[in-house]
C-alpha cells in the first residue's frame, strides 16, 4: 500500500544552517505532497505542498520539489531559525486521506 | 477565521468511562476525519466520513466510534477507554472536491490520558 518514509530524528543544528529533510513515498499514481509542521504544543499547520510532478511548493524560506524519478519530496531550508524548531511531517493525499510519515524533530540552537 | 475547534484540548480519565471528544468545523467541508498521533508512529486516521451520514473506518477503528449527523460536526467517541487510548488526537476536514488532491485542516488537537 502507500506508505511514507521519512528520516528519523532529532535533527540538531546551529542557527544559520542548511537544512534537509529527507522525504521518500510509495504510491500507486501521483498523489499530491505534503509538509506539516508542529510547533511545540501546538496542532498541525499546513508548511508547503505539491501537486505534481516537479512542482516546488515554498513557504517561509522552505522549500520540497516533488520528483518523481526518485519518488521523493525533501524538505530544505536555506539558512534555519531557532523559531523553527518543531517536529516535521512528510504526507502524501489519498482519496480517504493523508499518509503520515513519522515525523522528523528538528532543534535549531543559537 | 476558518477552523477546526476540538474540546475538550486536555482530558484524563480512568479506564471504562465514557467520554467524547467533539469536533466542529466553520468552513463548510464535506470530508472530515480523527487521527491518533503516537510517537515515533506518526499520525494514523481512525475513522473518517465524506458526508453527512457516511462514515467509514480509518486505519485503526477499534474502541471507537464516530458519527456525523450534521455537516459542520464529527464527535469522536470512546465507550470504554482503555490505558492504550492514551494519545494525542487530530480532527481534520477538507472539502469533498479536494479528497484526493488537497490539504487537510486539522485542530490543535486534544490530549487524552487513560489511567
Known amino acids: 500500500g502507500d506508505s511514507v518514509t521519512q528520516m528519523e530524528g532529532p535533527v540538531t543544528l546551529s542557527e544559520e544552517a542548511f537544512l534537509t529533510i529527507n522525504c521518500t513515498y510509495t504510491?500507486?499514481?501521483?498523489?499530491?505532497l505534503f509538509w506539516y509542521v508542529q510547533y511545540p504544543g501546538e496542532g498541525l499547520q499546513l508548511l508547503l505542498k505539491a501537486t505534481k510532478a516537479d512542482d516546488k511548493g515554498s513557504n517561509k524560506g522552505f522549500e520540497a520539489t516533488y520528483r518523481k524519478e526518485t519518488t521523493s519530496f525533501h524538505l530544505e531550508k536555506g539558512s534555519v531559525q531557532v523559531s523553527d524548531s518543531a517536529v516535521y511531517f512528510c504526507?502524501?493525499?489519498?482519496?480517504?486521506?493523508?499518509?503520515f510519515g513519522t515525523g522528523t524533530r528538528l532543534q535549531v540552537f543559537p | 477565521e476558518a477552523q477546526v475547534t476540538q474540546n475538550p484540548r486536555y482530558l484524563i480519565t480512568v479506564t471504562g468511562k465514557k467520554l467524547t471528544v467533539t469536533c466542529s468545523q466553520n468552513?463548510?467541508?464535506?470530508?472530515m476525519s480523527w487521527y491518533r498521533q503516537d510517537p515515533g508512529l506518526g499520525l494514523r486516521q481512525i475513522y473518517y466520513?465524506?458526508?453527512?451520514?457516511?462514515?467509514d473506518k480509518g486505519d485503526v477503528p477499534e474502541g471507537y466510534k464516530v458519527s456525523r449527523k450534521e455537516k459542520r460536526n464529527f464527535p469522536l467517541i470512546l465507550e470504554s477507554p482503555s490505558p492504550n487510548q492514551t494519545s494525542l488526537y487530530f480532527c481534520?476536514?477538507?472539502?469533498?472536491?479536494?479528497?484526493?488532491?488537497?490539504?487537510?485542516?486539522f485542530g490543535e488537537g486534544s490530549r487524552l490520558t487513560v489511567l
Open positions: 504510491a500507486t499514481g501521483y498523489p499530491s
Open positions: 504526507a502524501l493525499r489519498t482519496t480517504d486521506k493523508l499518509i
Open positions: 466520513s465524506m458526508n453527512v451520514e457516511v462514515t
Open positions: 481534520a476536514s477538507s472539502l469533498y472536491r479536494d479528497r484526493g488532491t488537497g490539504e487537510l485542516f
Open positions: 468552513m463548510n467541508h464535506e470530508y
